[in-house]
């Protein structure tokens, strides 16, 4: 019934301008305190008047837990780039992934871990999460719900890291599913949500230390059954209401582009009057900001094509695509990722075509596909929603391996953030983003036993008493040390 | 068993389809599944047994049953053969679209919060879409019980054959639901309050019951329910229909346990997120719980216990387990009521036994809603509601492939498998059947 709540009342939300993923610092930094690696910042002078390209007002200050050099050996590795590497070895070093293979040398320092009938994937990312901005105790109404701003139609003005929670008793449970990195989301009430944010799934005081450093923003844009419904007496109150209203913003923040371009170029004259709104649409037009658009129906997600191409954005991803398998010819051509689930269907009419399939189906036309969650629940155990979209795809003659599914929830989300490059796969010289799984990750009875970000192991199922218990948890929530198992 | 049907929708001529899909009396004939690894559940797993089916019912099971000639044999070398699964706490066919409101029938309006009288079953759909895949995936009956307010109503027990709701439902009322939990809303109502409007509910209901001719000639003070739901609740006071509360802080488990003394009634709780504080208790007093293991998250201040070794811990201490979907994206809806099995799984990987989590989808469901003569184990006289498991029914990899319900196979595509088969290439031939 929450879930209806979420997908009904909630959306994701796409990012907004910000640095390139190239630019690279604080992620490449050697790992040094364990904490407050929220407490840096400098104190520039502010330019709060000036709408400039990568403005970065709140940025990260996440900085690497303290780490020591760490070899798994005997285990088998899904890369999530190429081949399974059966007995093989991940050398985790200065927060990077130093080696891996069938041969790896470790230092003599290093912590040896025995990965005998275990297996190792890239750290799990999921591009759609309300964890933070819709935080527990969920019954208490408003008081803990800041997913959508539902007051207007178009809130591309407002950035959900100001609305997340970093003592959300759902991070620890996430991490605990072996997930490393999210993105968090407005919701889908609105026709342009706001900005997203990307995350490091890390206890931190405040949003600025869970900063991915270096993650593109995300816009939130929504199609279909929401918008409608929650402005259906002040409009928009129909699809093309909906269509309207898009098209209404992008003729706005084209124009907005242009006059501060113009100024940033020349810096004649006063500087024109920001907009935080327009300055978000005007980042995605310029290509800095990605936007992640929520859609269910193939004929809306043609025409949402249509209307970036008319303004000259991209659709980085489709989010839920519950019919992306009608038009996965399509999202291959214009190389739009699929962000989907594996099995949600028949909560509301437009999600009525909901097919299992979906996922499958996708991947074999050449769509680059995600398993993303929307719901807390589901972001814990995004290795079997991605374990029950394969069988079904061996179930409808659609064949996919373990190769395939893991890509679904670790390399190709990692595009969609624009990550792909540093995080997303067990390659030399990648942030060491890992899981260690008890078993095959694709079993119902495997879990993550350990996980590692930027070569911290951040939780260690066998280690209970070091269980990362937030704020909120301590008194109100058991302990639940040692438990059935 | 699914890969074939797909090839049968797309190769064969849509009669044959039908013929396929015909009545039971040309397919309800003798049936030998022979060769696999066979859970009876009342029993031990028996190796390389059959399964020998006659007219509906089980007539045989063990390694050495003499199959009939003329049987027609369903070889299950390698797999695994279970009961049919049942889902404790369901809405197939009762909710279709849970955003279409002519399609939901699972929240009776009642009368200030009581709906005792409802009977969501005879709003039950039986051509729901959702039953044919549900039953593909090997759950063969569904427990539905209905929603919201203080008592939200009966509990019934269906199979999921084809046919009419009489010919689904096996038995009903097998409850009476109540919420004694926070009730939020427009107005909060406090736990205390909530008590006491069921104990006068239930005072009133005796007095009724006692006084019913009195009550018919309006001799007796206002009663605050209305002569239906009073009717309805006669059984549940008397013992003979249990009440399942539903209710999850550790305080209204117990005060649900209060109450069931106070007045004589059988409990089931269901929810139950803080059960496992109690498990000893709730195992002397023989409460059965429905119960799931893919909730984990503190979710609201009644659940702040909630833990993923809920159902373990509570089978290990004597308590009947029932699972049921407790998450979201978990079976908790009409869609993903056949992730039952994957409830199980997850409770396995969460300390409960495998064979007491196989237990907590067939035999105790069925024990708990007074239908284990009928079905949730495979014996001599019960209902021939049999699955043949490509491997561990618990496990993503593994697929129903041969469901008798009844015992028989239902081979009609659902309406997934329809999608599925006409964009599995694109552009879709519109014009193809």
Redesign the interface.
Known sequence: MQKIVLVLIAGGVACAGHRPAAATSASTAPASRATDADTARSTAPGRGGISSPLADPFPSTYRPFAARPTIIRNVTILTAAGPTIRNGSVLLREGKIADVGTSVTAPTDAIVIDGTGKYVTPGIIDNHSHIGDGGVPEDEGTQTDDVNEATSPVTANVWVEHSVWPQDPHFPRSLAGGVTTIQVLPGSANLIGGRSVVLKVVPSRTVQGMKFPGAKYGLKMACGENPKRVYSSRGPSTRMGNVAGYRAAWIEAEQYRRKWDKWNADHKGDPPTRNLGLETLAEVLRGNILVHNHCYRADEMAQMIDIAREFGYRIRAFHHAVEGYKIADLLARDSIAASVWADWGAFKLEAADAVRGNMALLTHAGVRTVMHSDDPDGEQRLNQEAAKAMAEGNRIGVPISEDDAVKWMTINPAWTLGIDGVTGSIERGKNADVVLWSGDPFSVYSRAEKVWIDGAMLFDRLDPAARWRTDFELGFVPENRGGAR | M??AR?ATATLLATSLVAALAAPHALLAQTIAIVGGKVYPVSAPAIDNATVLIRDGRIVAVGASVTVPAGAQRIDATGKIVTPGFVNGASRVGL??????PATREMIARGRERIAAAFRPWEGLNPRSV?IGQTRDAGITAIVVTPAGGLISGQAGVLRLVSGGVSDMLLRAPVGMVANLG?A?GAAFTPRAETLNRLREILEDTRVYRTRRADYERAQTRPLVASRLDMEALVPVLEGRVPLIVDVDRASDIETAMKIARDYGLRLIVKGGAEAW?LADRLAAAKIPVLTGA?????????T??Q?Q?NA??LA?AGVSVTLIGN????S?????AR?VR?EA??A?????EWNAALRAVTLTPAETFGVADQIGSLAAGKRADVVVWSGDP??????AEHVFVNGVQTTAPTR?DL??QR??T???AYRTP
């Open positions: 699914t890969r797909l909710e279709e679209i849970s955003s279409v959702l926070p939020y504080m893919m909730n984990n998250v503190p979710k609201q201040f009644a702040l216990g833990r070794e373990g811990l290990k998450a979201e994206g978990g908790t809806d009409a869609f993903t992730n994957y799984g997850n396995v990987a969460y300390g409960m618990f496990e993503f990899s593994s697929r997934e999608l599925e964009y599995k694109l552009p879709p």
